[in-house]
């Protein structure tokens, strides 16, 4: 997360700039006759189940109850994220329907798939950041290994014996364990499944050794003891998960904070961007907000809409030359 926070810090003057110039206009306050006068859909481009879900739906309820019209959840996943990304591309610039998706499908997918739908800076408003959540790499409590050192050292041993699952071809999880084989020099089959909830479950079934997987999706599980954390993939230690090591402490260097934003076709009036993007600082900085995020491992993480575009740009460039160096690609 902190290196997220210095690169939102970097556009901190030019936001500041934007902000002063906008100041000669005031907000319209919420009210039924302005925006929202109606139900905003926010497009999930993920499986139930996941990190995205489950931030969406928090932050959801509380915009709901901030402006007294129904924000609704809508789970479109596939693809990635393409799926719901691209659907949102195309819909009606009016502020009635939102994306809320991890960085992967924004930032990621352009520079992995050779067609996505979409185009990350022709096609959307960036809004808000919304969150970071922590991710770990887990595994069934049969697999001998308990730390990265252990699982290294084994796969090392036997290449390509041990499975690592994911929530399917090119989503986060996917490529963070891709970086993880890279980074250590280790072989691991990849088994996609369609969603986190499929791949947890198997995972706790045995039916696969490992997976990176986000706190949301997998620590129900950890705190039940049907799964074990081998290590944190943030560059940080997690506040959900204190006394667990970050992979980056065994293997020098490595460490990937994930966040979710939100954004809105192209061509969204400023002034509904402007409403949105406080509403949703508003509702980051609620205590039971900030509550039930760290209750599935995940952090608020707050910017204006400016500062939350330059870290797109930022790293769209930086992950097409990870994807670039990789050499994955999906078609």
Not at 16 to 30: C, E, I, K
Not at 62 to 88: C, R, S, W
Not at 210 to 234: A, D
Request: net charge positive; aromatic share 6%; charged share 15%.
């Amino acid at each position: 997360m902190a290196s997220q926070r210095r690169t939102v810090a970097l556009a901190a003057a030019a936001a500041a700039a934007v902000a002063a110039g906008a100041a000669a206009f005031a907000l319209p306050a919420f009210a039924q006759d302005k925006y929202p006068a109606k139900p905003v859909t926010i497009i999930v481009p993920q499986a139930p189940g996941g990190a995205n879900d489950a931030i969406a739906r928090i932050v959801a309820a509380k915009l709901t109850e901030q402006t007294g019209q129904q924000f609704i959840v809508d789970n479109k996943p596939g693809a990635g994220g393409n799926i719901g990304m691209a659907a949102v591309a195309k819909a009606r610039p009016d502020g009635y329907t939102l994306v809320l998706t991890a960085d992967s499908a924004a930032v990621i997918n352009p520079s992995l798939y050779k067609t996505t739908g979409f185009d990350t800076l022709k096609d959307f408003e960036p809004v808000a950041p919304v969150a970071t959540a922590g991710y770990v790499l887990v595994a069934n409590n049969a697999f001998p290994p308990k730390n990265v050192a252990e699982l290294v050292a084994a796969a090392k041993a036997a290449p390509r014996k041990y499975t690592i699952a994911s929530a399917g071809n090119g989503t986060l999880n996917h490529l963070i364990g891709e970086m993880l084989g890279k980074a250590a020099g280790i072989e691991l089959v990849h088994v996609p499944y369609k969603g986190a909830s499929a791949a947890v479950t198997d995972l706790v079934g045995g039916q696969v050794q490992v997976s990176v997987q986000s706190l949301p999706s997998s620590i129900s599980f950890i705190r039940g003891g049907k799964l074990k954390v081998l290590g944190v993939v943030n560059e940080k230690r997690v506040a959900a998960l204190p006394d667990a090591p970050t992979i980056g402490e065994t293997i020098n260097g490595f460490g990937q904070t994930p966040w979710y934003g939100l954004f809105a076709p192209a061509g969204t009036p400023r002034a509904v961007v402007a409403l949105v993007q406080a509403e949703v600082a508003k509702a980051l900085d609620a205590a039971d907000v900030k509550e039930k995020l760290a209750t599935v491992g995940c952090e608020p993480f707050k910017g204006s809409a400016e500062q939350f575009a330059a870290l797109v740009r930022s790293d769209l460039s930086k992950w097409a030359k990870i994807v670039k160096d990789s050499g994955a690609t999906i078609d």
